[in-house]
């Protein structure tokens, strides 16, 4: 079992940035792959990004590729996304995952956070 807590959304303005991070509970969080998702009102859940078990492998939509970093800290039982370059279409609530295996499919990520809100303004 993962209990995951996200939290450093806010407002910004566009072209700023933002670091989201993703505290996980429980002594197994290095044996689980992290991803980042997101949904804006009325929209479907959009993958974001995801990081494997020791962070040296990553996937990125195209939508943030060069704007988004994923990373993490074992030591810490957290996961970041540094979210730079920030566009009013990345306004969404965000959320992070824990799944077996790093992918941008959301059916394969067994555990969710509650989502933090991030508003890009223009």
């Known amino acids: 079992q993962v209990q995951l807590v996200e939290s450093g959304g806010g407002l910004v303005q566009a072209g700023g940035s933002l670091r989201l991070s993703c505290a996980a509970s429980g002594r197994t969080f290095s044996s689980y792959a992290m991803g980042w998702f997101r949904q804006a009102p009325g929209k479907e859940r959009e993958f974001v990004a995801a990081?494997?078990?020791?962070?040296?492998?990553?996937i990125y939509p195209e939508s943030v590729k060069g704007r988004f970093t994923i990373s993490r800290d074992n030591a810490k039982n957290t996961v970041y996304l540094q979210m730079n370059t920030l566009k009013p279409e990345d306004t969404a609530v965000y959320y992070c995952?824990?799944?077996?295996?790093?992918?941008?499919?959301?059916?394969?990520?067994?555990?969710w956070g509650q989502g933090t809100q991030v508003t890009v303004l223009s």
């Open positions: 990081l494997n078990q020791s962070g040296g492998s990553t």
């Open positions: 995952a824990a799944s077996r295996v790093a992918t941008m499919t959301w059916t394969a990520y067994n555990y």
